[in-house]
């Protein structure tokens, strides 16, 4: 059975606290994302492949189908 992948994430920013739920890229990573609230741009963390790893509630297609940390690299 495939598993369900969810498509959307809430991005909590690190410097104001801000949560915005987006939808995640299904073709591409996302490296960077800008805070609407403060306009603090976010990185990916070291180690992770996108910001959605990094500061979302769920992390990104290709960790959830396949559970690697390296789908972007």
Do not use: R, W
């Amino acid at each position: 059975m495939a598993k369900t992948i969810e498509l959307k994430s809430v991005i909590t920013c690190p410097e104001c606290g801000h949560k915005k739920e987006e939808t995640m890229p299904t073709d591409a990573c996302q490296f960077f994302y800008e805070c609407e609230n403060c306009k603090k741009l976010l990185k990916a963390k070291e180690g992770d492949c996108c910001v959605y790893c990094s500061y979302g509630s769920v992390p990104c297609p290709p960790i959830q189908e396949d559970g690697k940390g390296n789908c972007c690299k």
